[in-house]
């Protein structure tokens, strides 16, 4: 990473930190935020994936899965935006399954990376299981929603602290010459 | 230097060509009908068509309640594994469809049949305008955008398989990629 | 290509067009050293940066591939390791100006730009021979691939097949990929190393010939596989043949530069002059193996009768560090830094001149 790129990424955790600590403070307010930024998000993703596909993709070979990515993408920022207005529990319910998804596939794709010849598979790895972990609590302490803030916002403190660590990590290309 | 005439023979070219969108439309098919799956179990967890509400829908029909959440669990759990189940029915026999060609058949059938059930479908997008059930709102828009381009995959199998059934027809002997 | 071409078989090829020992070893060097002459290397020295003709596995890394970013990758790896075949390309039907930039960014032999490069060492000093002739034969090497990242342009799908001469004619096996750095590849079994599929346009694995691992820098190889590009249509890449015909381009190029021919004219190659090597050139570049520069080393020695010491990078370093500054022009790393920095203006003034920009905008470094 270039001192800019990393100076962006912890950035970024810092931000993420800063997050965490408010949605373990003040729980009940911080969800709603949080939903709206990630559905923009998925919305920006859903869109820009369309667009390449006109202006770049249909051109190429296989290029129509930027199409169909990018409908599911703008697809799911919508509905992330929609559930707001719904109680607290759900939309951490749905945050879990983010977390719960995301660590599930980090898992799954160990053994990928493990193949690759990456030696970052046991991160990679570890990232997953605690993502899994953290989602598996959250479920059961559900209706607690203070307890649940508080395990949520470790998680995205780990997640931070692993941005941080990985802003300073080199990471194995190929590169074919 | 580029293949030689036959296998850049426009037939080939075609071939291909038709081939990796049934590939691609196949396996689309497939991840739109999970995205499905997940949407609903989205919008039952956290939208207006909600457990509860069913659940109190089916109480209001004198049984009891426990009942009600069983009966429920189970139509839903039914319904998810049906779309699941389509969708990698119809998406498996378009792989098949592709490698070994030696499912014609089910391949039409499956395809047509779940072709007019969604463009069959997509009509309730005009009457739910015009009868003012729903209006163009973002997750309008999005759900309008996923359900075109799974009309959009379905009539391009169908195209494309219709395509490759000629070309073959016409070149008995070709070598294909 | 690699170091079996770049280094021993451009000897053989300058020694073939007339040049002595000692011009062909200066010419060879320069050849090899454009793999190898990255911006790190250049700081280390003190050099200007600017001059690099290659970026290492860490500057690409570290490289943004934001506008200006990608800019400074292209400027590199297009005019050095791929360069343009045709900057005013045009397709059957209208595609969207951002599509053709970099589609007209394709690399590919006898193109005008091979003409302008050879036109340009003329006259300068033999690192310019040397820098012109890396890209001459990479052009073969490396054609219908770009020097961008780009998706786009640079993906293949994933169904590479390989012909394998056999008593019978030539066997079809299908090509194995793996993504390990550490694994080298295997030429019995067909497993090859290449770079890992990326959905994003712009990531740095979509830059070049990754997506086709090494196989285009095997001289033995004859493989086929669909390029994103194509609009559908196979490529199939005839290795030995193409080797073939860069050696002979070679040869013919710097017969024209060294003065024996007028002029040089495109898809023209000096057949002629490894008439009496033919089998042991073939044999050369159709044997199975990952490198081929012991059978060049032992060929061009045939040829010279002299020895030909192996590739040492370092080798002139210490002359370029220790001269005075008002005299570091004249080194050998001097000569093939100025050599650099021409080519790479040309080529990339060439590009943006066709209204591509995709290397940003070029100013010509006039020395006083």
Known sequence: MTK???????AI?????LGALVMMTYPKESYPLIVIILAFLFIGRGISSIWYYFTMARFMVGGRESLFMGVIWFDFGVLTGAITSVPHYYVLLYLVGIHGFSGVVRVLRTRETRMTGSSNWKLTLIHGLIDIIMAVLCIVYIKQIDITGIIFGIGVLYSAVMRIVTAFRRTALIVIE | MSAGAGMNSETEIKLRRYKNNLAIGGRY?????????????????????????????????????????????????????FILIVHLVVGRNVARFVKRHDNRKRFYTYTSIVTIVNCLGFLTYPADIMTGV?????????????????????IDLFYSAVMIEKLIKQKPAVEGV | MQEDFHYYATYCAAYLSGYSHSESLDICYSAQFVDLCSATYLTGIKAPAQAATTQLQMEMMNTRTDVTGLQNITRIWAPFHFLPRDLYATKDKKRPKKYMNKYRLICGPNGALVKDIVELAKGKPLQSVGIAMHV????????????????????????????????????????????????????????????????????????????????PDYSFIKYMYLPAWDDYRVMIKDNPSDYRHA?????????????????????????????????RIDGILRKRQLSASSDWKAFGEDLSGESIEDFDVNKYQKEYVDAPKDEKAGTFYGLFIDGAIAHKGLVCDRIYQSGNKLVGFVQEMKND
């Open chain 3, 247 to 279: 050696f002979c381009q070679m040869i013919y190029a710097m017969k024209f530069i060294r003065g024996e021919i007028d002029s040089f004219e495109t898809d023209v190659y000096d057949f002629a002059a490894i008439k009496d090597y033919e089998e």
């Open chain 1, 4 to 10: 800019l790129q990393r100076i962006k990424e912890i």
């Open chain 1, 13 to 17: 955790a810092l931000i993420m930190i």
């Open chain 2, 134 to 154: 729903s209006s163009l709102s973002l997750t309008f828009i999005a759900s309008l955008l996923v359900d075109i381009s799974v009309i959009f995959i379905l």
């Open chain 2, 29 to 81: 098919y497939i991840i739109f009908g999970v995205w499905t799956v997940v949407k609903l179990l989205m919008e039952l967890t956290m939208g207006d068509l909600s457990f509860e509400y069913l659940i109190e829908e089916t109480v209001k029909s004198g049984v009891d309640r426990l009942f009600a959440i069983i009966i429920t669990a189970v139509f839903i759990g039914i319904l998810f594994a």
């Open chain 3, 136 to 215: 001459l034969a990479d052009t073969w090497a490396h054609r219908n691939f770009a020097g961008t990242p780009s998706l786009v342009i640079n993906n293949t799908d994933d169904e590479f097949y390989e012909f394998i001469a056999g008593e019978d004619g030539e066997q079809k096996r299908k090509i194995k990929f793996q993504h390990s750095l550490s694994a080298p590849d295997d030429l019995d079994k067909s497993i090859y190393t290449s770079s890992l599929y990326q959905r994003n346009e712009k990531n740095i694995m979509n830059l070049g010939h990754g997506r086709a691992g090494h196989l």
